[in-house]
């Protein structure tokens, strides 16, 4: 398969090179050049597959032609070692529960795979050189990066956050690992990280001593394996005879799960219509309202893995549907909601029904009770686990919700990271050494 650049000013990369560049040299994002419909007997039968089988039959689709099919199921089968269950939250609402992974993140899927496949083609080069992961995170990525290449030989992360400005639970996920995982504790804001990685991947000297690559996000070969959710709660939506008028519904900030979950409808996956939650960041919603999509600085709310106001993965929605506003306003509708609303739709929820949304999933759950139509089910995301953001979940519904063992566990281990300054010299230096 080949790759484009949403830009369309670069040159066609192989999966190899769009995997290990993340993206194009025109600053776009790679799109694969054809979507592989699977066939019906897949979809009749879909209903008595696992996971595992379910989204081996995906991947085949988007990357057998360039990935050993036994190396894939491999890779496939060692990403998706735990459940994504679909439970009825009330009549005609279900959540599908993206957060049993790893650490707890529905990111967790598209690191490890990426982790895995980033290692196959290391392996295939053959040159035995290791390859450096560079991450900036302000708290989730960082984590699911490093728990997804934990122990991935052939690879070293070094993970730069921002010094205080990440929870304690967020920090101890990516600084108690060890191994191949560095945790960096710069000494500034999130920017001054993400500053610190753009001007490593820049300098010459630097990369001509070792081999610099990121796991952003925009990655094909992480945003796409998302796509397995959604076939998932298909096939579990199907088994109880409650699939025929599917609305999927995706708490969105970067749009990187909707885009995955659009993939999948191009490939044939009966979903009757989506819906993108947002928080207040509403460029997406105003983009469906008006045609016009302008980005803005993004504001800070309660469900703050979605606070983004240039979402990335937009490019790739806009040309998937050949820039046209109508196909892609007849297929996904929006909702956004205030950190007022958001605080409501949890204490309405817990109150009618005892589930327990975090502010992410309550966008989500609120967009299907207002936009849902008669003959119509809902299935949203609930894309954090509720224990992630403790504080304020207790607070708004005044309750104490348990720390599952695995997140209980990550703070038991010792803290280790490398103090550095924001200035790059240091940076560099550091990494000149390693
Ligand atoms: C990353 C994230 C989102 C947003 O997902 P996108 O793919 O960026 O749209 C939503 N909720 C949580 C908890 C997240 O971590």
Do not use: W
């Not at 708290?139 to 122990?151: H, P, Q």
């Not at 993939?263 to 009966?270: A, N, Q, R």
């Not at 103090?419 to 990494?431: G, N, R, S, V």
């Amino acid at each position: 398969m080949k790759y484009y650049s949403t830009n369309g000013n670069a040159p066609i990369a192989d999966l190899h090179k769009a995997v290990v560049k993340g993206l194009a040299e025109d600053r776009g994002l790679y799109m694969p050049e054809r979507i592989q419909k699977l066939p019906k007997e897949f979809f009749d039968n879909i209903q008595d597959m696992t996971f595992q089988e379910i989204a081996y039959n995906v991947a085949s689709a988007f990357f057998g032609e360039d990935v050993d099919l036994d190396a894939l199921k491999d890779i496939v089968y060692d990403t998706l070692s735990f459940d994504c269950p679909v439970e009825k939250v009330k009549e005609n609402i279900y959540t599908l529960e993206l957060f049993h992974g790893p650490t707890l993140a529905f990111k967790d899927v598209g690191a490890r795979f990426m982790a895995r496949l980033l290692q196959y083609f290391i392996k295939q080069e053959g040159k035995g050189e290791q390859v450096n992961v560079l991450v900036a995170t302000s708290g989730d990525t960082g984590s699911a990066v490093a728990n997804g290449f934990l122990g991935v030989d052939g690879i070293h992360v070094y993970v730069l956050y921002p010094k205080g400005k990440v929870s304690p639970i967020q920090e101890c996920q990516f600084t108690t690992l060890g191994k191949n995982i560095t945790a960096i504790e710069v000494d500034g804001v999130f920017d001054d990280c993400q500053a610190l990685v753009k001007n490593a991947f820049m300098d010459a000297e630097l990369n001509q001593h070792m081999k610099l690559t990121s796991a952003n996000s925009i990655n094909v070969a992480r945003f796409l394996p998302q796509a397995f959710y959604y076939f998932n709660a298909y096939a579990r939506m199907k088994a109880q005879g409650k699939a025929d008028n599917l609305v999927m519904c995706v708490p969105s900030g970067n749009f990187g799960n909707i885009c995955a979950a659009l993939f999948g409808h191009e490939m044939g996956l009966p979903i009757k219509r989506f819906i993108a939650a947002n928080n207040a960041n509403d460029i997406f919603y105003k983009y469906l309202q008006t045609g016009k999509y302008e980005p803005k600085p993004s504001k800070q709310t309660l469900a703050n893995a979605m606070d983004v106001g240039d979402p990335s993965n937009f490019a790739r929605i806009y040309d998937l549907y050949g820039k046209s506003h109508e196909k892609i306003t007849s297929l996904i509708s929006g909702a956004t909601y205030s950190d007022e609303d958001i605080c409501e739709t949890m204490k309405q929820c817990y109150e009618e029904t005892k589930y327990v949304l975090d502010p992410h999933g309550a966008c989500g759950y609120q967009a299907l009770v207002d936009g849902l139509k008669d003959g119509e089910v809902g299935v949203f995301c609930e894309t954090a686990h509720p224990a992630k953001f403790k504080e304020k979940v207790d607070d708004i519904l005044g309750i104490d919700v348990e720390i599952p063992d695995r997140l209980a566990a990550f703070m038991k281990g010792e803290k280790q990271s490398v103090p550095m300054t924001k200035d790059f010299a240091d940076f560099k230096k550091y990494l000149m050494k390693q």
